[in-house]
Antibody, heavy 119, light 106 residues
Framework: EVQLLESGGGLVQPGGSLRLSCAAS????????MSWVRQAPGTGLEWVSTIRGSGGSTYYADSVKGRFTISRDNSKNTLYLQMNGLRAEDTAVYYC????????????WGRGTLVTVSS | DIQMTQSPSSLSASVGDRVTITCRAS??????LAWYQQKPGKAPKLLLH???RLESGVPSRFSGSGSGTDYTLTISSLQPEDFATYYC????????FGGGTKVEIK
């Protein structure tokens, strides 16, 4: 079955760190760019970061640049997001998403994992 | 960054109605536009990409059109399962999403 499954969310204090994981199955993981997209409570979607299939190139939204690091392990079919220096405004559901064949639209999404930043 | 302005932010419609949602980019995006449907508590679902290419399994009542900076999602005859929030997304340069359109039951 083609699916993405996120894990690693939870409650963290401001300034803290968290690492999210996304396990992929049912497709050739290394062939596709992968992304993280987040959604704060009651709001819209915000692209966070993308990594190319080879892992050689990474891209970040300005709001997380310098604090978050995206990576992947193609031998484990797993995507990661290391989040440091967390702020209250990082509170959101974080979705793992697979890029399409023709660009950085997202044709497969995980169910999401909730990150809450609060003291 | 390319900004995406979606309108309306919400609308009320009845089953069987024709519904149109508009997305305007702050610069030309060469049809690099996707539309998503999201239901409460669920992940977004891709409906169309390249402005008008319907994804496999998506009902044909959904269609997309547009060019340059202006794009439209049309639902030709609204069904009960279509009540949801819809988002546009440009992927011409650094992905950005529109603010969403909530389609509610009249």
């Amino acid at each position: 079955e083609v699916q993405l499954l996120e894990s690693g969310g939870g409650l963290v204090q401001p300034g803290g760190s968290l690492r999210l994981s996304c396990a992929a199955s049912g497709f050739t993981f290394s062939s596709y760019a992968m992304s993280w997209v987040r959604q704060a409570p009651g709001t819209g979607l915000e692209w966070v970061s993308t990594i190319r299939g080879s892992g050689g190139s990474t891209y970040y939204a300005d709001s997380v640049k310098g604090r978050f690091t995206i990576s992947r392990d193609n031998s484990k079919n797993t995507l990661y997001l290391q989040m440091n220096g967390l702020r209250a405004e990082d509170t959101a559901v974080y979705y793992c998403a697979k890029a399409g064949n023709e660009g950085w639209y997202f044709d497969l999404w995980g169910r999401g994992t909730l990150v809450t930043v609060s003291s | 960054d390319i900004q995406m302005t979606q309108s309306p932010s919400s609308l009320s419609a009845s089953v069987g109605d024709r519904v149109t949602i508009t997305c305007r980019a702050s610069q030309g995006i060469s049809n690099s536009l996707a539309w998503y449907q999201q239901k409460p508590g669920k992940a977004p679902k891709l409906l169309l990409h390249a402005a008008s290419r319907l994804e496999s399994g998506v009902p044909s009542r959904f269609s997309g059109s547009g060019s340059g900076t202006d794009y439209t999602l049309t639902i030709s005859s609204l069904q009960p399962e279509d009540f949801a929030t819809y988002y546009c997304q440009q992927y011409y340069s650094g992905p950005t999403f529109g603010g969403g359109t909530k389609v509610e039951i009249k």
